[in-house]
């Protein structure tokens, strides 16, 4: 069976999404396994040696049209997608759902974009050969919004992305660090109101932000403590994840949670929400809190002063989740298929 890989994420901003996706794809070349990579024309900044370019559309008309045309016309083929959207018209491909935050009963989406999800993953959900999905927790949330089979989902593991970090002096003394913050789910706001307490301790707050059209608006306040950073490059966001005092992280719902595992890769503390899928995929590691109580919030300030993340537990998360690993299991899982 010839495989095809849905390859609009290179025209994508790279997030957690096209990073596994980008992941996945590179581990799956370095085992010598034959795949094309099919892309919207663009400038492709990754793979461009291997990246077959269709069509004169990109984006949702590409995606919708151009790419399930070509694959109609090729035999024995499959389709891999692996960021979340897929062709509506195609049942021979595999599918990968990251999440289902926007089918929550919250305004974090423009109403396009979330009614447009709600209409096409259900959809692409019943009629592919298989779904990905990346923790036990969206497993869990896919076979209760859709009511899929359980055996027709497979969890593919994250991966961590290469952890090089910039050498220098961006931020001046000691500060907490919170990214993803153009996205309403990530919660900033609940903890720019506890700002005052950050600077009871002598730190600052660094939140870096990255807004998508997809997002609703988010206006966050200026404050003396506060360093607003915008479209970080990764070398960068990694230098600030290591020097941190800890990465908050107060989102309201996740499919994973790769900016902790960078977190706590690097050494540094967590400061998490009490989600069931952080503790699935972290244990004990982040200090958890509730980030609606300024109580719970300031005893996970002072647990942070006195933890360690064990070099013993940064290997083993590395080991758990690596993306050479997760092409395996896609591999086990295409076999099935043949």
Not at 86 to 114: G, M, R, V
Request: charged letters at 20%; aromatic letters at 10%; a positive charge.
């Amino acid at each position: 069976m010839k495989l095809v890989i849905n390859g609009r994420f290179l025209t994508q901003p790279a997030s957690g999404v096209q990073n596994f996706a980008a992941g996945i794809v590179t581990a799956l070349e370095k085992k010598g396994i034959a795949f094309e990579l099919i892309a919207p024309p663009s400038q492709h900044t990754h793979f461009h040696n291997n990246v077959k370019v269709l069509g004169p559309k990109n984006g949702f008309l590409w995606e919708q049209f151009f790419l399930p045309r070509y694959i109609k016309k090729q035999k024995n083929t499959l389709l891999l997608n692996l960021c979340n959207a897929a062709p509506l018209s195609l049942n021979n491909q595999i599918i990968t759902i990251h999440d289902l935050a926007f089918e929550q009963k919250k305004n974090w989406f423009k109403p396009a974009f979330k009614k447009w999800y709600q209409f096409m993953i259900p959809r692409i959900c019943r009629n592919s050969k298989m779904i990905f999905t990346v923790s036990g927790f969206s497993k869990k949330e896919i076979i209760r919004h859709y009511h899929i089979p359980e055996n027709k989902i497979s969890i593919i593991p994250n991966g961590l992305p290469e952890l090089k970090t910039a050498n220098g002096n961006m931020i001046r003394g000691n500060y907490f660090l919170m990214t993803g913050c153009g996205n309403p789910r990530k919660n900033a706001a609940a903890i720019i109101r506890y700002i005052n307490l950050i600077e009871q301790k002598g730190c600052k707050l660094v939140i870096l932000k990255s807004q998508k059209d997809v997002f609703a608006n988010v206006e966050l306040p200026k404050h003396r403590a506060i360093t607003y950073l915008n479209d970080v490059k990764n070398i960068d966001y990694l230098f600030l994840l290591k020097n941190a005092k800890a990465l908050i992280y107060p989102s309201l719902y996740e499919g994973f949670g790769i900016p902790i595992l960078e977190s706590l890769c690097l050494g540094t503390p967590v400061i998490a929400s009490d989600l069931e899928v952080f503790r699935e995929s972290f244990g004990d590691l982040p200090v958890y809190f509730q980030p609606e109580n300024a109580g719970s919030f300031e005893k996970a300030m002072e647990m942070i002063e006195k933890k360690e993340i064990p070099e013993a537990a940064r290997e083993q998360l590395k080991n758990n989740f690596n993306f050479d690993h997760a092409a395996s299991q896609v591999l086990k899982h295409l076999e099935t298929l043949q």
